[in-house]
Nanobody
Framework: QVQLVESGGGLVQAGDSLRLTCVPSGRAFTAYTMGWFRQAPGQERECIARIGRNGIFKYYADSVKGRFTISRDNDKDTVYLRMNKLKVEDTAVYYC??????????????????WGQGTQVTVSS
């Protein structure tokens, strides 16, 4: 069974940092574009960052640009999301996802065929 497992979420204060980790099981994802999405209550799921197969190409949503960093270690088949200067509005469930499409073709959530179960990030003021 193919799975993506996120970890690293939690309850922090505004201004703190967290690092989310996504580890796949069941197959290797080194050939996939990987994305981090989040969904807050009552809001649509949004892609906040994605990274190409070789780790060079990266995209960030404006809401997290300059504060969040996506990276991947293909030797460990692991994807990370470093989140600095967290804000209350960053509170959401964060999901890791994998797309078989290339970086430029994987902007939409529909491109992603494997999803993790999500990890809660709560930022208090």
């Amino acid at each position: 069974q193919v799975q993506l497992v996120e970890s690293g979420g939690g309850l922090v204060q505004a201004g703190d940092s967290l690092r989310l980790t996504c580890v796949p099981s069941g197959r290797a994802f080194t050939a996939y574009t990987m994305g981090w999405f989040r969904q807050a209550p009552g809001q649509e799921r949004e892609c906040i960052a994605r990274i190409g197969r070789n780790g060079i190409f990266k995209y960030y949503a404006d809401s997290v640009k300059g504060r969040f960093t996506i990276s991947r270690d293909n030797d460990k088949d692991t994807v990370y999301l470093r989140m600095n200067k967290l804000k209350v509005e960053d509170t959401a469930v964060y999901y890791c996802a994998a797309s078989p499409d290339g970086f430029e073709s994987s902007a939409a959530a529909t491109s992603y065929i494997y999803w993790g179960q999500g990890t809660q990030v709560t930022v208090s003021s």
